[in-house]
């Protein structure tokens, strides 16, 4: 696997190395080992999964506190704008954010450490998206950016009205009144 250390310390974009022939394709999706010697011992405990449809916009999504979440995420099919964004407030980086195309044919992944807000908008017709957790979901820490924040100013490629997000994300509070980390 390529591993390619983004703008933004801590977050990695992996590249795995994919063996195609006449019946398809080969690729070792995760190794622990070597994730270890590139990006740093995470301790991954959950797999998630969702199926979303074009326009939908997941986030941008964090939990808290102790709470906290690293994630490895990656799509299976379909094709996804995903973005991390800074929530460290002692980082160079704080507010700052990355964003990168994940795809079924591109294959990558995105790895996000904690202290950061995650969300992703589908580009294609429909795509499902997995991803690996270091922690486990608790509902009474998790918070929400809005996506159209501008302070945060993320280029979503998709026209507002075309966009299609929850209840939840539709009352997300703005980058100034959201909790940070240290």
Same mark, same amino acid.
Not at 98 to 115: A, M, T, W
Not at 156 to 181: C, N, T
């Given at each position: 696997?390529?591993?390619? @250390?983004?703008?933004?310390?801590?977050?990695?974009?992996?590249?795995?190395?994919?063996?195609?022939?006449?019946?398809?394709?080969?690729?070792?999706?995760?190794?622990?080992?070597?994730?270890?010697?590139?990006?740093?011992?995470?301790?991954?405990?959950?797999?998630?999964? /969702?199926?979303?449809?074009?326009?939908? !916009?997941?986030? !941008?999504?964090? @939990?808290?506190?102790?709470? /906290?979440?690293?994630?490895?995420?990656?799509?299976?099919?379909?094709?996804?704008?995903?973005?991390?964004?800074?929530?460290?407030?002692?980082?160079?980086?704080?507010?700052?954010?990355?964003?990168?195309? !994940?795809?079924?044919?591109?294959?990558?992944?995105?790895?996000?450490?904690?202290?950061?807000?995650?969300?992703?908008?589908?580009?294609?017709?429909?795509?499902?998206?997995?991803?690996?957790?270091?922690?486990?979901?608790?509902? @009474?820490?998790?918070? /929400?950016?809005?996506?159209?924040?501008?302070?945060?100013?993320?280029?979503?490629?998709?026209?507002?009205?075309?966009?299609? !997000? /929850?209840?939840?994300?539709?009352?997300?509070?703005?980058?100034?009144?959201?909790?940070?980390?240290?």
């Amino acid at each position: 696997m390529n591993y390619i @250390q983004t703008e933004i310390d801590g977050v990695w974009v992996i590249e795995p190395k994919v063996f195609n022939d006449a019946r398809g394709y080969f690729m070792e999706a995760f190794k622990e080992e070597e994730f270890k010697a590139n990006v740093g011992d995470v301790h991954f405990i959950q797999d998630n999964e /969702s199926k979303s449809l074009f326009g939908v !916009l997941r986030g !941008l999504h964090y @939990q808290k506190g102790e709470y /906290s979440q690293a994630k490895l995420v990656r799509v299976i099919k379909g094709r996804v704008l995903d973005v991390a964004v800074d929530l460290r407030q002692s980082s160079p980086t704080f507010g700052k954010y990355v964003s990168i195309e !994940l795809s079924e044919d591109n294959k990558r992944q995105f790895f996000i450490p904690r202290g950061f807000a995650h969300g992703f908008l589908v580009l294609s017709e429909e795509a499902i998206f997995t991803y690996k957790v270091d922690n486990v979901y608790a509902p @009474q820490a998790e918070a /929400s950016i809005r996506y159209d924040d501008e302070t945060i100013g993320i280029d979503w490629p998709i026209a507002a009205e075309q966009l299609l !997000l /929850s209840e939840k994300d539709g009352r997300a509070v703005a980058f100034k009144d959201a909790e940070y980390y240290l």
